[in-house]
């Protein structure tokens, strides 16, 4: 079986390098794999960013748009194995991470966090990297 890869589009025009012509999708499901592109505050059909100076706002919106994107690959919250979180200001921890633990709730990934100098966007604060493996008996 191919890979198969959810919201394909261009940055072309959208908010993150809308100057650059380069082709990316949202999801990619390889076997019983499932990568999700980096989730921050931008909507799921990536026409706004939701919560600019907000980051609990950013990881709200983030796991909604991951549970999304995992259901579309045929994957459930449940299936996640390995998420990487990353913050522009070590305070933000303390604003995000309840977030993560109501939306994770006895899934236990396991889990990094970084804190970074900056992110794409100096209005983005938050971004969280998600791994998934659909188990064999869900397939």
């Known amino acids: ?72 690959a045929g994957a459930r919250m449940e299936d996640i194995c390995k998420v990487t979180t990353y913050v522009t200001e070590r305070e933000y921890r303390q604003l995000v991470y309840p977030v993560l633990a109501r939306h994770l709730k006895d899934v236990y990934p396991v889990s990094t966090g970084l804190v970074v100098k900056g992110l794409a966007e100096t209005y983005i604060d938050f971004e969280i990297d998600v791994y998934a493996v659909i188990p064999d008996d869900q397939t």
């Open 1 to 72: 079986m191919s890979h198969q890869r959810w919201g394909k589009r261009s940055t072309k025009g959208g908010l993150l390098l809308p100057d650059l012509e380069y082709d990316a999708c949202q999801a990619v499901r390889a076997g019983n794999m499932v990568f999700l592109v980096g989730l921050t505050g931008i909507s799921a059909d990536s026409s706004e960013f939701i919560g600019a100076g907000d980051p609990a706002a950013q990881a709200e919106n983030a796991m909604q748009v991951c549970k999304t994107l995992l259901e579309q």
